[in-house]
């Protein structure tokens, strides 16, 4: 991954110009970032629409539609800059994980610019996307905790520097994001039913007590798949008493044991590894209840929760310019045969050391 390309427009890294693209899932995005950290241009097409009816996410429908809107998005994304494709200093694309057949829409589009345009490619990882959304909006101090929690993944990730990332907790089956959606979908609700069951759980009066998935002590990993079998039996056994069910008190149940496991999974991680920052990020991030409950925990225990707003939060090419930085100040660019990685590892993915 460690490429000599010869780039003939490098700039200073504050005059840094990179054009970002995302296609990793159901969003085709492009973005133009400036030194990393201003977003001159931050264009998303979602799909959502097209995937609603079939209740989640159909690659191939979701690679047809990239293959539609990439191009214009892209000029999309350079115009509205202000800027010219020959301003640009380098292209970032995510390189996983994701889907492949949804990834490689991109990366096939951006390896096109970066060889036209003779400037380096930045292979980029989605997750340390998400994370850093919040470089974009906040100052960093490490070392940091981060909370990914989206459709696809539920991690407790330190960082120790800037860029070097270790995964010290995941979900050992469903990511909280995709439990949200099986849930609400459980409940006939739109997808993704994340946003449902928050507002539901918000306005609910009541509560029905479902089971925490604590694991071994000590472990920062995750478990949603058992809350989820138990948010199923409550459906089924009111239904066959012929009960009317209270979705909302389900909803709000659901909500709460999750918010529950996360929030103290994650001040343990803070505490044990010192950090003075929680950066909060991912599509789930935009939950009320967990930004609230979370607010509350820090407060207490005097450490700052950092979250980028909510367009930061779900998927977007910005945040992809915003990790792929890390890689553009180091000089960490990747060769051109670069291929899609569904399971790209974050930590692999850290930048380099030596060189800051
Ligand atoms: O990060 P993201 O946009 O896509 C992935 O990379 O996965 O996250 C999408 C996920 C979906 O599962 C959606 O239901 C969930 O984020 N989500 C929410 C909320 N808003 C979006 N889940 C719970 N509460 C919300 N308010
Ligand atoms: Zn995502």
Same mark, same amino acid.
């Given at each position: ?20 693209? &995302? ?5 085709? !995005? ?10 001159? #241009?931050?264009?998303?097409? #979602? ?27 892209? &000029? ?21 994980? *994701? ?44 070392? !940091? ?40 979908? #459980? ?72 918010? &529950? ?27 009320? *209840? ?8 820090? &407060? ?9 707003? *909510? ?42 050391? *030596?060189?800051?």
């Amino acid at each position: 991954m460690n490429s000599e390309t010869t780039n003939i427009r490098i700039r200073k890294e504050d005059e840094a110009l990179i054009l970002a693209i &995302e296609t990793s899932c159901d969003e085709t !995005s492009a973005s133009v970032i400036l030194g990393g950290k201003h977003i001159l #241009s931050n264009i998303v097409s #979602s799909q959502i629409d097209i995937h609603e009816r079939f209740g989640g996410v159909v690659p191939e429908i979701a690679s047809r539609k990239h293959v539609e809107a990439i191009t214009v998005i892209m &000029e999309q994304a350079v115009k509205k800059s202000g800027h010219e494709l020959a301003d640009l200093s380098a292209i970032a694309v995510t390189q996983g994980p *994701g889907l492949v057949g949804a990834l490689l829409v991109g990366i096939v589009a951006a390896k096109t610019l970066s060889l036209a345009l003779d400037i380096p490619l930045i292979g980029t990882h989605h997750i340390a996307g998400h994370i850093y959304a919040n470089g974009l909006v906040h100052e960093l101090i490490y070392p !940091s905790i981060a909370l990914v929690v989206s459709g696809g993944h539920t991690e407790l990730v330190l960082m120790k520097e800037e860029g070097v990332f270790e995964v010290i907790g995941r979900t050992r089956d469903d990511a909280v994001g995709e439990a949200y959606d099986k849930v609400a979908r #459980s409940l006939r609700l739109p997808y993704p039913g994340g946003p449902h069951i928050d507002r539901m759980a918000g306005e609910a009066q009541t509560s029905i007590d479902l089971p925490r998935a604590w694991l071994e002590e000590g472990s920062f990993d995750f478990s949603f798949s058992g809350l989820k079998s138990a948010v199923l039996a409550v459906i089924n056994q009111t239904r066959m008493k012929g009960e009317a069910l209270d979705e909302a008190a389900l909803a709000r149940g659901f909500q709460e044991s999750v918010i &529950e496991v996360l929030v103290v999974k994650a001040l343990r991680a803070v505490k044990q590894f010192g950090v003075r920052q929680l950066l909060l990020c991912g599509g789930v991030a935009a939950n009320r *209840g967990l930004r609230d409950a979370l607010a509350q925990r820090c &407060e207490e225990e005097g450490v700052d929760l950092l979250a980028p707003p *909510g367009n930061l939060c779900t998927d977007n090419a910005a945040m992809i310019g915003a990790a792929a930085f890390l890689k553009f100040k180091r000089r960490q660019f990747t060769e051109l045969d670069m291929r899609a990685d569904p399971g790209l590892s974050l930590e692999q993915w850290s930048v380099r050391a *030596g060189i800051s």
